[in-house]
């Protein structure tokens, strides 16, 4: 956003998301757990940075979200012939006290 890029962000809730608009994204709603809620917000990007993960306390949802719907994500973004993807985890973190970006 400070470079100037648009940012799309795709979110669950409006209301929780509310600060990523006040920063200047735009926000699409989509959910990793509904499929079909996630090609139209692909539409005209050129990159993906995902960033999402499930709650470690909502183990119902581990599956439908980190296998599921990272898979529904990706070939929703190779069918947009998004050019880059990119993702973060926080998977193990406490593992990694010694990096600082963790701290």
């Known amino acids: 956003l400070t470079k100037g890029y648009p940012v799309r962000c795709l979110v669950r809730n ?3 998301a509310n600060f990523l608009k006040e920063w200047g ?5 989509g959910d990793l757990s509904i499929p079909e809620t996630i090609p139209p917000c692909l ?16 183990l119902d949802v581990v599956k439908t979200v980190d296998w599921d719907g990272k898979l529904a994500l990706i070939e929703a973004a190779k069918a947009a012939k ?3 993807f990119i993702f973060c985890s926080t998977q193990n973190l406490d593992q ?3 990096i600082p970006l963790m701290k």
Request: charged share 25%; no cysteine; proline share 3%.
């Open 25 to 29: 994204a735009e926000l699409i709603y």
């Open 43 to 58: 539409q005209g990007i050129t990159a993906v940075i995902d960033a999402s993960t499930s709650r470690p306390s909502d």
């Open 14 to 16: 409006f209301r929780k």
């Open 82 to 84: 998004v050019k880059r």
């Open 96 to 98: 990694f006290s010694n």
